[in-house]
Nanobody, 117 residues
């Protein structure tokens, strides 16, 4: 099994920045791609960004140019730098890592990001 623990959420004003981090532990060999999803009230969970061990990134159109995803393979962490935040970025942000052996994907418990003046 793999455990994912997020940190770094909070309240920020529009135009501000936050950095989220996710640390993986357990059987690290079961994961490869790591990423961030978010779920706003009344909406479906959506992909924000993900990254391969080699550093190839995939970002949602809504966050391109504002968010950056990175990872430290040695520390088994993935981070999401969020700049120029907008009220519509308000959501619970979840760290996710698919199981490369075909099991269910692993999810963190989520961290709340609120963008409001």
């Amino acid at each position: 099994q793999v455990q994912l623990v997020e940190s770094g959420g909070g309240l920020v004003q529009p135009g501000g920045s936050l950095r989220l981090s996710c640390a993986a532990s357990g059987i690290i060999a079961r994961i490869n791609v790591m990423g961030w999803y978010r779920q706003a009230p009344g909406k479906e969970r959506e992909l924000v960004a993900d990254i391969t061990p080699g550093g190839t990134t995939n970002l949602a159109d809504s966050v391109k140019g504002r968010f950056t995803i990175s990872r430290d393979n040695a520390k088994h962490t993935v981070s999401l730098q969020m700049n120029s935040l907008k009220p519509e970025d308000t959501a619970v942000y979840y760290c996710r890592a698919p199981d490369i052996w075909g099991g269910s994907a692993y999810w963190g418990r989520g961290t709340q990001v609120t963008v409001s003046s």
